[in-house]
């Protein structure tokens, strides 16, 4: 989920520089009244290490071994991040690997999962260069010490692939894990649920699944298109019909009688609380979406935060312009972490060398009023209150959605998760208790008050 948080946000040298010539400045950083505790001078590595960081309440990470590997990086540094984290990876899967796992299968399934974060934190600010071979060979470890440790859950999740066909790319497959709330086969509500811009299946598991789990309903993560292990393995870029991904999912889970279909609820985290919406629209067996947080447009977002001259050229289709100016901040240092990554992530997630065909598709994935329009499930619309990086997202979505089709008010959700609980970064990240808990009571009502276990 670690779309960047706030691209400018203005915490070192370069960043005003970069604000005051050529874009909107924000207020420096201050612990008092910032959103998370920085653990980094460099915001954009700070939002990342605080993903890592939330991971720790379930299993992703230890909260010493991220403090250690803050403690290596150096701000702006892309090279520093992988060093810090891949260190620590190897060291912390060498433990999982001298475990005797029948002695003790929890401490090797521990050290198993936090190695496969770090290794996709090594990973993580990489994407500048779409040679780089780390980006395969990273990627297999942490799919390989996921594994190990996924093996040894008292249930350990299923993956599966389904076909899948789209007007833009054709042919290919969407992948998914089921990871079940109980090894009976009786039929329980159940949640599927996809990460944004960058995150993974993995990552879905500890931030999200663990929560679900152990409310005894089965989660289901997914990936399509442009999502980590799908761009590695079928070299695809994000599509904008997205219903294309989700929809041959839920046939598979209709056909497994452990799925109760009639308590599907279909979540996105991120720039997901733009494709939820989408797959939405094209498919009504979801009972209930969920968006953390509401994102109409993250191309809109993105707008309002590049230099207004780049976006100026981009207007104009002046496609060598726009390509130059990105370009040229994706390779220099002196730029903001926040911007250079999401360029160049987005590059490689699009499967494009083009800044320009990048953000043209980007805006292709939107909500819009035709989709909207035919959205019928409750939707719940999550806002975190200080993350600058998806700026009015939520209450752009929030209008569209109660306003834009029928009954829109009495089936549209509303919450803001506050900074002053810890919960207003992007996602509310490492406030996943509090995002859970009031999800959860709003789909326990749409379920018609349904009773969680105690799993
Ligand atoms: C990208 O990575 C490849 C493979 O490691 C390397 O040969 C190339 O020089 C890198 N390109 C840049 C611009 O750093
Ligand atoms: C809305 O989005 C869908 C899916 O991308 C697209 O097919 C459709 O043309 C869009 N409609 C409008 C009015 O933009
Ligand atoms: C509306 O949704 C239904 C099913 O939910 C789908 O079959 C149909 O194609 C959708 N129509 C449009 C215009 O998106
Ligand atoms: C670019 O176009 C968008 C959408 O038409 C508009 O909202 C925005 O103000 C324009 N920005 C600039 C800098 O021209
Ligand atoms: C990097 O950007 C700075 C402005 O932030 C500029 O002064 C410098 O010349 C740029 N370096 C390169 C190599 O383009
Ligand atoms: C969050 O803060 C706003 C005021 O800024 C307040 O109205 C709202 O009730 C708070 N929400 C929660 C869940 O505390």
Request: net charge negative; aromatic share 12%; glycine share 8%.
């Amino acid at each position: 989920m670690g779309l960047a948080k706030a691209l400018l946000l203005c915490s070192s040298i370069a960043c005003l520089t970069f604000a005051a010539t050529e874009t909107t400045s924000w207020p420096p950083y201050s612990p008092t009244s910032a959103p998370i505790f920085q653990l980094s001078d460099d915001s954009q590595f700070a939002f990342y290490l605080e993903e890592m960081l939330g991971m720790a309440s379930y299993g992703g990470s230890s909260t010493g071994e991220i403090l250690r590997i803050a403690t290596q990086i150096i701000p702006q540094d892309f090279e520093s991040f992988y060093t810090a984290c891949y260190y620590m990876a190897e060291q912390v899967f060498a433990i999982a690997e001298s475990v005797d796992a029948k002695k003790d299968p929890v401490s090797a399934r521990e050290a198993y999962f936090r190695a496969a974060s770090y290794y996709r934190g090594a990973d993580f600010f990489l994407h500048g260069n779409q040679s780089d071979p780390r980006l395969i060979s990273l990627w297999d470890q942490q799919l390989t010490a996921f594994d190990r440790a996924n093996a040894l859950l008292v249930i350990p999740g299923e993956r599966f692939s389904v076909k899948a066909h789209s007007e833009e790319i054709g042919d290919y497959e969407s992948i998914g894990i089921f990871f079940a709330a109980y090894p009976d086969n009786s039929a329980r509500p159940t949640i599927l649920v996809s990460g944004g811009y960058d995150s993974s299946q993995e990552e879905g598991y500890h931030s999200q699944c663990r929560q679900i789990l152990s409310r005894g309903v089965n989660c289901v993560t997914y990936e399509g298109p442009g999502h980590p292990t799908v761009r590695r393995q079928q070299n695809i870029g994000f599509i904008s019909d997205w219903w294309t991904v989700a929809t041959p999912i839920v046939d598979y889970l209709s056909t497994r009688s452990d799925v109760d279909m009639s308590k599907l609820a279909l979540a996105g985290m991120s720039f997901g609380g733009c494709l939820a919406p989408i797959a939405a629209s094209h498919d009504d067996r979801y009972s209930a979406v969920i968006a953390i947080d509401g994102m109409f447009s993250l191309q809109q977002a993105l707008e309002e935060q590049f230099p207004p001259k780049s976006i100026a050229l981009f207007n104009s289709s002046n496609v060598a312009g726009f390509n130059e100016v990105m370009n040229d901040i994706q390779a220099n240092s002196t730029y903001p972490t926040e911007i250079r990554w999401i360029i160049g992530y987005g590059l490689w997630a699009f499967d494009t060398l083009s800044p320009f065909d990048w953000f043209t598709r980007l805006g292709e994935i939107s909500m819009n009023a035709t989709l909207v329009a035919n959205i019928s499930m409750p939707v719940f619309v999550a806002k975190a209150q200080d993350d600058i990086g998806t700026e009015q997202e939520p209450e752009i979505a929030y209008e569209m959605l109660t306003t834009g089709r029928p009954n829109g008010k009495a089936l549209t959700y509303y919450h803001q998760f506050n900074t002053s609980l810890g919960a207003g970064e992007h996602c509310s990240l490492g406030a996943e208790s509090q995002v859970w808990q009031v999800t959860m009571d709003w789909l326990s009502g749409v379920w018609g008050d349904w009773t969680y276990a105690n799993n």
